[in-house]
């Protein structure tokens, strides 16, 4: 009896495990070796939804929002600091010299000197040429004189005298005959006294010229009656063309000036005063070069400079920032980011160095230039932020979130 019932444990044992071997061998089948069912293509497939949160964040740092690095333009010797670091200084403000400014002053006094000189010697130059001008046009006036009247000695010498002038000129020497015999009786009783005597100083005077006034109605008459000789003639020709000669030159001069001083003697004095402003601007910008200013108002974050030091212009020795507004820039935007940007966003920044603060802010620029940053391209995106009384300094870490409209 109960080798009966062994038996039949054995024989269920057995179909159990043949029912388990032919399951699995079906399941290997279908997943395995059965033919692969062809799938009915479907009408449209339906586009997945990409969620797209509210807020951007980015990560950043803390700068002025406006900073600049200082040092002179030339080598030199630093005579004087006039700040310290941390100190407020306003545009404008000298902040340290270098040795050499009474030098460059000397320099720059000599430049405007020579300026001065110059323009002076170009106004002398247009002075002169008024008064050359007006001497000229005289010098015209008179040559068109001497020629009329060349002309006119030439022309009598081919006229011959009127018998009226004839008889004039005869009544000129008889009177002037008359005059000088009459002085000469009027000086014969007065021959004895002294030559100093007044009376026959005067006697003798008006002797002399009644001889001349006799001489001069002779020669007249003597040309009126004479004809001219062929030697006249030519020396009247030579007195018209010399005199006509000269005309032309004066009217040349004159034509000259009229156009203003000489082309090339402008040319030189405005050449100098071109010069001399150079110079002096030369001068100018060494005498700056030896002055370190302030070029907006803010706070010296950085100083380095001591009296005594040599300077270098390629190496910054003073920072300066106006550290009363503050912006941060972003480092970790990328190409898709910015594209969901635009200024003027608002923006609330978070500060590391005040955990549970919000400063809001605004979206102000996005930089033009994108950057590689570990295979990625960047961009910088700057935000104004409002630090209220926080102690906000520069290169703090910072995260920013962008509220995106829907």
């Known amino acids: 009896m109960d080798g009966s019932r062994g038996s039949t444990r ?72 006039y700040v310290q670091e941390g100190d407020q200084v306003s545009a404008g403000q000298l902040l340290a010299r270098l040795e050499g400014r009474l030098r460059q002053e000397e320099a720059v006094e000599a430049a405007k000197l020579e300026l001065l000189s110059a323009r002076q010697a170009l106004d002398v130059l247009n002075e002169n040429t008024d008064l050359a001008l007006a001497q000229a046009n005289q010098a015209v006036v008179d040559a068109r004189h001497d020629v009329k009247n060349a002309q006119r000695a030439l022309d009598s010498l081919y006229v011959p005298a009127s018998e009226s002038q004839i008889e004039t000129a005869e009544a000129a020497v008889a009177l002037s005959k008359k005059l000088l015999e009459r002085a000469h009786k009027e000086l014969t009783p007065l021959e004895k006294k002294p030559v100093s005597d007044p009376k026959r100083a005067a006697a003798q005077i008006a002797v002399f010229a009644a001889e001349q006034q006799y001489l001069a109605t002779v020669r007249l008459l003597n040309s009126l009656n004479s004809k001219p000789g062929q030697a006249d003639i030519e020396r009247a020709e030579a007195a018209l063309a010399l005199a006509q000669a000269q005309l032309e030159k004066t009217e040349h001069e004159a034509d000259v000036l009229s156009d203003g001083p000489d082309p090339d003697q402008v040319a030189l004095a405005q050449g100098r005063i071109d010069h001399a402003q150079a ?36 190496v910054p020795r003073v920072i300066l920032a106006d550290t009363t507004g503050w912006q941060v820039e972003t480092v970790d935007l990328s190409e898709t980011d910015v594209g969901r940007l635009q200024p003027g966003m608002q923006a609330t920044v978070r500060l590391d160095a005040f955990p549970g603060r919000e400063f809001p802010g605004h979206l102000q620029k996005i930089s033009q230039i994108g950057k590689e940053n570990r295979g990625l391209t960047t961009y910088t995106v700057t935000i104004d932020f409002e630090a209220g009384e926080a102690p906000v300094r520069w290169q703090m870490t910072a995260l920013v979130d962008f509220l995106l409209e829907p």
Do not use: C, M
Request: glycine share 6%; hydrophobic share 45%; no cysteine.
């Open 279 to 314: 110079q002096l601007k030369a001068a100018q910008a060494s005498l700056e070069d030896l002055e370190l200013g302030s070029p907006f108002a803010g706070e010296i974050v950085s100083l380095d400079l001591k009296v005594g030091d040599v300077v270098n212009p390629s």
């Open 10 to 81: 054995k024989i269920l044992i057995a179909a159990l495990v043949v029912l388990i071997l032919s399951l699995v061998g079906f399941f290997g089948y279908q997943n395995y070796l059965a033919p692969l069912r062809s799938t009915p293509t479907p009408v449209a497939t339906a586009v997945a939804e990409v969620y797209e949160p509210d807020i951007l964040s980015a990560e950043g740092k803390v700068i002025p929002r406006q900073s600049i690095e200082l040092n002179f333009n030339t080598i030199g010797k630093v005579e004087t600091v």
